[in-house]
């Protein structure tokens, strides 16, 4: 089946009714995996803000963030939903599979996506709710709708999406955007080139199947791979910097550095994977390292917070 006879059988599947999709389902269309991450992201971006947050608040910032975030993977998987139905890796999402219509789908992002944003601005403040809006927007429909079929660099530009997270976090809490939380966006903006291309590598024949034009297909392998160390050293970089900055410690840029060059020397790894390599096992490593490598970065930025506040003898800075 092709892109164009997927378009034709989902606009008939949208107009055949409601579906009998239940709560499982539209979770899946939020994407819980990569929501789980902004939460965690935004999360780490609220605790090391400096000043105070009431926790019902903070519960309330972080929830319309998560909720935010599963909007815009909700209209993601709607316009999606042709080339998802061709690629073995998204085959089984909600809408090709053909438990959710399209137009459900569509009208349950833009119902979340308007509550987020709303009860941010009405409970935190305006400043977080209008980078929430602008991160759907951005995701929905500039990476969505015009990048990601456009451009090998889709990935590059439009993974500021998700680099967002931490900085509206930070925001909930100071009404700001200071350049320490500019730093948590850049090491999630940074990271994405290397770990998507990772994926692109050996996912390059659906890829291919949809005409979607990742770096690995239009350039080639030996560029993607170039490109993958490159931004795996500007990654691992960054990764120290909020120790230079004064708002972590020392143990977290030793931390830090050690991820760092575990990172670089996994892309050194891809680099130096033969032509020819059907397997692509240092890829799949680096995939698979690169979400632990933002995790552990980030985990370490709060543990790093947690003795910071209890060396100095309270927990009113934790939250």
């Not at 963030?65 to 085959?91: C, E, K, Q």
């Not at 602008?134 to 590059?156: D, G």
């Not at 050194?268 to 890829?283: S, T």
Request: charged letters at 10%.
């Amino acid at each position: 089946m092709t892109v164009i006879d997927n378009h034709e059988a989902l606009a008939k599947q949208g107009e055949t009714g409601l579906s009998e999709a239940g709560a499982r389902d539209y979770f899946e269309l939020l994407k819980p995996r990569v929501m789980s991450l902004v939460v965690f992201t935004a999360f780490t971006g609220l605790v090391l803000a400096p000043g105070h947050i009431n926790p019902v608040l903070g519960f309330i910032a972080i929830l319309c963030i998560a909720v935010g975030a599963g909007a815009s993977g909700a209209l993601n998987m709607w316009y999606d939903a042709d080339i998802d139905a061709v690629m073995t890796r998204t085959a089984r999402r909600p809408i090709p599979s053909g438990r959710i219509n399209p137009s459900e789908a569509l009208a349950f992002g833009l119902v979340l996506s308007g509550f987020s944003v709303t009860i941010l601005g009405l409970a935190i403040n305006w400043l977080s709710a209008g980078i929430l809006a602008f991160t759907i927007f951005f995701y929905a429909v500039v990476y969505t709708m015009w990048l990601k079929r456009s451009t090998p660099q889709n990935i590059v530009i439009g993974g500021a999406a998700g680099a967002f997270p931490p900085v509206i976090g930070w925001a909930c809490v100071t009404g700001s955007v200071p350049m320490e939380s500019i730093v948590l966006f850049l090491i999630i903006f940074l990271w994405t080139p290397a770990h998507f291309w990772a994926l692109a590598l050996f996912k390059m024949g659906d890829y291919e199947a949809v005409g979607v034009p990742m770096l690995p297909n239009v350039s080639g392998i030996p560029t993607t791979k170039n490109q993958i160390v490159v931004y795996a050293v500007l990654t691992a970089i960054v990764g120290v910097v909020p120790a230079f900055m004064g708002f972590a410690s020392i143990g977290y840029g030793v931390v830090a550095a050690v991820l760092g060059v575990i990172f670089v020397h996994c892309s050194i790894a891809v680099w130096r994977m033969a032509d020819g390599d059907v397997k692509m096992v240092p890829a799949k490593k680096l995939f698979g390292f690169s979400i632990f490598y933002l995790f552990a970065i980030f985990s370490a930025l709060l543990i790093d917070r947690l003795v910071a506040v209890l060396m100095s003898g309270g927990a009113g800075g934790w939250l």
